[in-house]
């Protein structure tokens, strides 16, 4: 098991609060505030080894997949005018683009509108996945990529995009030398878990987050059999896809150890 413990004294940038009031958006600033003061909860980690073949099905539109340009920053995150989408979510996309993590793909239609973007992260650049996340993500090992910061355009959502872009964007990972890819997602969020199952995604581990006062911790477990049991009953059996089975396999473990 791996714990870290950060701090926050402003739990949130002066810049985005700021924005957040002039929005009206207060009961977004008090949920910030109140799950600092104390909240716990769980995200599975998800694995894909990308030496082992895996298609998922096509998305409703023809999907690419490409770097993200700066033109297409503007076009993606904008904010819809229903308010359909979290302001925490784009301040959340656009604050990783700042901090100059590489490298962002996106999944555009045949026309290179972009509708899809998530970053795959490379070992090389622990120290700012370190700096930037605060520690709710294990060490990337060599051979090991990070998958993070998924969102969809509302304009292209219901059109069945992630999966396929998921599979897209993870396979660029043998660019970086890596063979496997992780990703974390909220145990909650049935959505994106099945998203990711289809995308060939599989648990592996459990990651547990508390915050108290402000300090958070966070650890890092083997996956438990009552999660991996409670995983196949919503996502697995739901999404019509095969059951997860638990192995143990000596080479993975070694090279994904906390």
């Known amino acids: 098991m791996l714990e870290t413990k950060t701090f926050s004294p402003l739990f949130i940038s002066f ?3 700021l924005k957040l009031l002039i929005g009206g958006h207060y009961t977004l600033l008090f ?6 003061v104390y909240s ?11 030496s082992e073949p895996f298609k998922a099905n096509p998305a409703k539109i023809k999907i690419l997949v490409r770097p993200l340009c700066e033109d297409d920053i503007n076009l993606i995150l904008k904010e819809p005018e229903t308010g359909t989408v979290n302001p925490r979510v ?16 996106v999944a555009t239609t045949i026309q290179d509108k972009p509708c899809y973007m998530q970053w795959l992260i490379g070992y090389t650049h622990n120290e700012k996945v370190r700096c ?4 709710i993500f294990p060490k990337i090992k060599a051979r090991v990529a990070l998958l993070e ?3 969809a ?4 959502r219901g059109l069945r995009i992630m999966p396929e872009a998921m599979v897209l964007i993870a396979e660029k990972a043998a660019l970086i030398n890596a063979r496997w890819v992780i990703t974390f997602v909220d145990t909650k969020n049935i959505a994106s878990l099945k998203g990711c199952h289809r995308a060939g995604f599989k648990p592996y581990a459990l990651r547990k987050e508390k915050w108290f006062l402000f300090r958070q911790t966070v650890s890092f477990h083997p996956l438990p059999e009552n999660e ?6 919503q996502i697995a059996e739901e999404s019509g896809i095969c059951k997860y089975e638990l192995q143990k396999e000596k080479k993975t473990e070694k090279q994904l150890q906390f």
Not at 132 to 135: R, V
Not at 228 to 233: A, I, K, P, R
Request: charged share 25%.
């Open 40 to 50: 716990e909860s769980s995200s599975f980690g998800l694995l894909r080894d990308i």
């Open 149 to 151: 910061g998924a969102y």
């Open 31 to 36: 949920k910030e505030f109140k799950q600092r």
């Open 132 to 135: 930037h996340f605060k520690g």
């Open 90 to 105: 784009l301040a959340h996309q656009r604050a990783i683009i700042k901090a100059n993590i590489p490298t962002c793909y």
């Open 15 to 17: 810049k985005n609060m």
């Open 153 to 156: 355009s509302p304009d292209f």
């Open 228 to 233: 991996t049991n409670e995983y196949n009953l």
